[in-house]
């Protein structure tokens, strides 16, 4: 008999892709599975075309509104698997994506296996897979959670085994990084990660994220996870120094997306000097504050160095010119997709 793999499919307001990420699942290559829907409230048709899929596999729980942390621990509670991988409601995967993780996770005896995945625009599809097979214990697991710009902060594109996470909880208190938070609270249980260099989910891209559309309390929930995230390396990692300095570049990091999508976003309704007094009073919070001090410059792109640099050396007015910068080039971005969906 194969052992049962429980996928976890938290869905809210997305009728647009959800038949097509539900297909992907129940076409799997892979037979023996337990398909989780949790509707959280969907306002639009999401509710009906979940249950209009006639496949003994799902199991369909409906719920109030309670965001995607909640639903993923729904989810998790409910899991009978002995293996779980997690699918966004607006992603699908590979036909092979299960029997192929499963396949690794098994021949590598490892606790979780990471694939590649393809970033989907809504013009084009972008590749994302590290360079070769890499095998990896706890400590280097967490590293590469840290620094953000790897991609493997999600807890999709991953097979895990269920003993791994079943007793780790997504905190529905946080709304920035929770799954980045999910990921490191794993590694206290982990001993082999194996990333495989094949790109087999599928991640729409969403122009209207978190960490891309103005919310005038992003600044307040990054501090918030910032906050539960440092608890918890102080808890396990607080004599380990390289971890520690990779927490503080992580902070950093998010700092950067709060200057670009918070202190300088137009629609702030700042002028330029109220935007600039918002970013020093940001950066002048312990947590904050202390990040950007300990901070380095490592495994950032060129334009976030150069940002990070301007807010140490508290060169705000620079700063400011930069956000508005990248602002301009995600509206064009914006208006040339648009465009092109028009045509």
Known sequence: ?????????????SEKYLKKCIESIINQTYKNLEILLINDGSKDKSKEICIEFNDSRIKFIDK???GVS???????????????????????????YIEKLLKVLKAQNADCVICGYNRIYENKTEKITKEKELILN?????KTILNVQNGTGFCWGKLWKAEIIKNIQFNPKVFIGEDALFCM??????????????????YRFNENSAVRKYDKYFADKVLDSMKIAKKYIEKEYSTNEEIVNKFNNYVAYHILLIAVNFCFNKENGLTNLQQIKNLKKICNIDEFNLAIKKSTYEELSITRKITLFTIKHKLYFITMVIAKVRQ??????????QKEKEC
């Open 1 to 13: 008999m194969e052992e049962l793999v429980s996928i976890i499919v938290p869905v809210y307001n």
């Open 64 to 66: 109030e509104n309670e």
């Open 70 to 96: 909640t639903s993923r621990n729904v989810g998790l509670e409910s899991a009978k698997g002995k293996y779980i991988a997690f699918v966004d409601s607006d992603d699908y995967i590979e036909k092979n």
């Open 328 to 337: 301009t080039q995600f509206k064009k971005e914006q208006t040339k997709k």
């Open 185 to 202: 609270m794993s590694c206290k249980n982990i001993n082999k990660i194996y990333i495989l260099n094949e790109a087999l989910y599928n």
């Open 138 to 142: 706890k400590e280097e697991f967490l």
